[in-house]
């Protein structure tokens, strides 16, 4: 039987922090978008909050992967998870407009800032259209907190040891946008008293759908300007 572990490390926090993230992340999923794909990137270990969500397919990506534990999630969760190094490698192994929607929860803190850009135009790229990707992130005042509660054991050493950057809201919206996703798709707000930030950005279009529509108003707009015949 595989361990339920909800994060690396020990923490007395972790699974009711846990618990609080899959809650946020379920409400925010659009019901109609359940009867299709969901891909949760850096499930973890024991992805939890896959096997605590409802999906017709559900995917699960992150680096060192057991194989074993991938084998039996599958009988028991009716799961696939991949072992892939995203921050390294920078591309998501699935095919543009596969997914309904994409989740990251608890990641975006433990990613190299340099290669965030790259992997939230990934996953504006393998969105459907009409397709939501939602992420959760400690909010930027909560750096100096979130220290003191690993040094008492309260929350992972290990997890918090390896943050790589601290954000706020408003530059969360920043990074959803020069991935992609429009301003006026993008919503966000806090949960746990202020300490967490959540934000749902949509996908309007697919990227040459939208330069072939720019591309048109652009010459409708060329020939306007155009003289006419006399």
């Known amino acids: 039987m595989y361990p339920e572990k909800v994060t690396r490390g ?10 609080r993230r899959v809650s946020r992340a379920n409400a925010l999923v659009p019901k109609e978008l359940r009867k299709g794909r969901i891909l949760d990137i850096g499930c973890g270990f024991f992805p939890y909050f896959l096997t605590k969500t409802d ?13 074993e534990l991938g084998v039996e999630l599958m009988k028991r969760h009716d799961l696939a998870l991949v072992d892939v190094d995203l921050e390294c490698s920078g591309r998501i192994p699935f095919a543009a407009d596969f997914f309904e929607v994409v989740t990251m929860l608890a990641v975006l803190e433990h990613i190299e800032p340099a290669r965030i850009l790259r992997i939230i135009q990934e ?22 907190l979130l220290n003191y509660l690993a040094r008492i054991n309260m929350v992972s050493q290990v997890e918090i040891s390896e943050h790589k950057a601290a954000y706020s809201r408003k530059q969360v919206r920043a990074v ?3 991935g992609g996703f429009s301003r006026s798709a993008i919503r966000s707000g806090y949960f746990e008293c202020f300490m967490n930030i959540w934000a749902r950005a949509r996908k309007e279009h697919n990227r040459f759908e939208l330069e072939d529509l720019e591309s048109s ?14």
Not at 10 to 19: I, P
Not at 55 to 67: A, L, M, T, V, Y
Not at 127 to 134: A, E, Q
């Open 55 to 67: 999906f017709s397919e559900k995917f699960g990506i992150d680096k060192g992967i057991d194989r």
């Open 176 to 178: 959803l946008e020069q």
């Open 123 to 144: 996953i504006e790229r393998v969105l459907k259209p009409g397709g939501v990707f939602i992420m959760t992130t400690p909010a930027k005042w909560t750096k100096g």
């Open 10 to 19: 020990e923490g007395r926090l972790e699974g009711y922090l846990a618990r």
């Open 217 to 230: 108003e652009t010459s409708k707009q060329k020939n306007l300007f155009k003289k006419r015949p006399q």
